[in-house]
Every structure is written in C-alpha cells, then in structure tokens.
C-alpha cells in the first residue's frame, strides 16, 4: 500500500482546499456513501499551532466540535483558547482567547456564529460567545463544581449540562436560569436522541444509564444496567472510565465510551447489549470526564469515539491507529473486533469526532488532525 501524503498546515504557507466529499444526500454524483469510503480514510491535514511562543510547551485539545452544516471545527484548548478551522479550505480560520475563565467542552450551537462552553476557572459557569465578535451573550450560572459534559438539543436552543456537584441541569440558550435540575449520584455524560425526544444520563458510580422523555422528565422511563449487561467487560470498564454517551443517527443503538478495553453497544430500545466492541491495542490514556486529578482545569477525555452519521459505523482512538467497527456485523459471543484506520506518524488519536454532513474525521491530542478518504489504496 503506498503511503498517504500528510499536508501540513504551517504559518505563512498557502493552503489548497481539501477534496471534502458531502455524505449521500439530494445532491447526486457528488455524495458517497460512508460505507463506500470508511476503509480508506488516511490522515490528510496536520495543524501546527504557529502563535505557540517559542519556549513553551504545545498546548493540548480538549475538545472537538463542527457546526451544523459541517463547515467548521472547532477545538478548546488547554492554553484556554478556542481555535476554529475551515473545513472545505483546510485551514485556521481564528482563535479566541478564554484567560480570565477558561475553556473546555465547547460546543456550537444551532448558529454557526454562536458557542458555548464550560468555565475552568473563577467559578463553574456555562459561557455562551459570539465568535464574529468575540462578546459574550449570556452567562449560566448555578453549577457549584466543575462541568463534565454539554450536551446540545438536536432541534432546539436547550442543552443539558453534567457537574460534579452531582446535577444534570437543563437549560435555554434564551435564559440565563435553569429550567429543570435532576440531583443524582455522579453524572458525568449525557445524550440526546437524534428526534430530541429523548435525553440520556450516565452514572458511572451506580453502572446504570437512565433514559428520560422529554416531555415529562419527573423520572425516567428506563434504567440501562451496565453492570448486569456489561458481557465480556471487566468490573474496571462498567463502574469507571465512561468518556461517550451518544445515540446513533438512526435511533437504534447507543454507544457508551470507556478508555479500557472496550466499548459498549446498547440497543436503544429495550436497553440490552447488543455487543462489546473490543479495543485490541487497549485504550486512550486520557481519565474519564470527573476522574482527572487536579480540578475542573485537568486534562480529560471529552470522547475518544462516535458514530458515523449513517449510524452503522463507531470510530474510536486507540494506543495508535484509529478503529471502526461495523455494527450490521453479527459480534461472536457479543464481542465485535475493529479493523483498523492506519497512521504513519502514530499520533495517539484520543479525540474523535465525525464530521455530521462531510465524509471527514477529526482527531486530536495536541494536534489536530483532519482524517479523508483517500482513492488510491
């Protein structure tokens, strides 16, 4: 197999657009299907971080997002900025600077123009920023701990927020005050199904997913057992370690991440195990959301897998390469093995994210990495 050329991103150079390929949809000739290119995807683009003074160490990425249309990506940083990319240019296209507050699990909103993201310093507040002008719209406040997790309403201006003061709060991008808050023990992670009609919860410290309507959330409707559904997993992957909550774009399977050995793969509806997606090379290093010692500033997982949007796919990080598993496969005694998404420099990918309307993966540590398919394999 010949090798894949890595474009770098580096300052002063100019920089060719990316051959971005949109996912099948109304535009014909032009789109492909995931399954049609996921075995070929190769790391395309590395960004350098060039305003770096010399001297000090490469900052780490926190966190990845792209906006609903796919036209950007965006990072939050451990040097508490937030850097946004151009995805179809490939290309940096600003960063914004959080000194005073911090910055981490920043999320766009419905708005391309408009972010929110979790404070690491001063208090635990939710900031809500317009990026074109680099102002703050709103402030949330009522978190007394540092937030683990935000998770944006697929078709609205809600969002729920995790925090180690062991509340989920949910929240209207229109309002400075909570509308609902649900005290429990450890949440750390939470979800929304692609309808937005329902929400999910994950408690680590209890091994159990609860599953909420969101049209009379005074209790759930569901309680998934991990421990009782866990299957082939060791007691170190169900009671700690959990970095993704997700649902699949096609509302059949939820996807619980852990930085052990394995994934989880539930079927949305009855909650049982539909398979243990095994991690040959072991996990990504990174503790799970509320595990790092050292405050809300500390370096955590903020997801190291994904679906694709087809929904068939999960993509994760690995010690090494990046890894897919196909989740129409039949697992042998509900475990399912990956194949694997090689990379010559061996960058650990411990952060993933798909692209939601582009065949393109994002991973990350302390650099970005724009992952495309790649023809000539």
């Not at 249309?69 to 946004?84: A, H, K, R, V």
């Not at 062991?166 to 750390?188: E, I, K, M, Y």
């Not at 309507?213 to 409707?221: A, T």
Request: with cysteine.
């Amino acid at each position: 197999m010949s090798s894949t050329p890595m474009d770098i991103d580096e300052p002063g150079a100019g920089t060719p657009s990316l051959n971005v390929t949109r996912l099948l949809g109304p535009n014909g000739p032009s789109t492909s299907k995931v399954s049609e290119v996921i075995k070929n995807f190769r790391p395309t683009k590395f960004f350098q971080r060039d305003d770096v003074k010399e001297g000090r160490p490469q900052p780490y990425v926190l966190s990845i997002d792209f906006d609903d249309p796919g036209e950007l990506c965006m990072t939050s940083e451990s040097d508490e900025t937030i850097q946004i990319y151009n995805v179809r240019e490939g290309r940096h296209d600003k960063s914004l600077l959080s000194k005073k507050y911090g910055v981490k699990h920043a999320k766009f909103t419905h708005s391309s123009s408009g972010i929110i993201y979790a404070s690491t310093k001063q208090n635990d507040a939710i900031r809500y920023l317009a990026t074109h002008d680099n102002t703050f719209i709103r402030y949330f406040e009522g978190h007394e701990a540092s937030v683990t997790n935000i998770a944006l309403h697929p078709g609205s201006d809600n969002f729920l927020s995790c925090s180690l003061d062991t509340t989920v709060r949910l929240w209207d991008l229109n309002s400075r005050n909570w509308v609902a808050r649900f005290h429990l023990t450890n949440p750390t992670l939470a979800a929304w199904d692609p309808a937005g009609l329902v929400f999910a919860i994950a408690l680590p410290a209890s091994a159990s997913i609860l599953l909420y309507d969101y049209r009379n959330y005074v209790k759930p409707f569901k309680i998934i057992d991990v421990l009782k559904e866990k299957g082939p997993a060791d007691a170190e992957a169900v009671l700690r370690g959990w970095t993704k909550l997700e649902f699949s774009n096609d509302g059949k399977h939820i996807l619980l991440g852990t930085r052990t050995g394995g994934h989880f793969l539930f079927d949305a509806i009855d909650g049982n195990l539909k398979a243990y997606l095994r991690k040959p090379q072991g996990g990504t290093r990174r503790p799970a959301p509320g595990e790092a010692d050292g405050g809300s500033g500390a370096l955590e997982s903020s997801g190291d897998c994904c679906f694709t949007p087809d929904g068939r796919y999960v993509v994760s990080g690995a010690a090494k390469d990046l890894l897919v598993w196909d989740t129409m496969q039949t697992p042998n005694n509900k475990v399912l093995e990956p194949n694997f998404l090689p990379q010559e420099g061996k960058k650990e990918p411990v952060l993933v994210q798909y692209n939601p309307r582009f065949n393109m993966i994002a991973t990350a540590d302390k650099e970005l990495m724009f992952w495309l398919p790649v023809s000539d394999l």
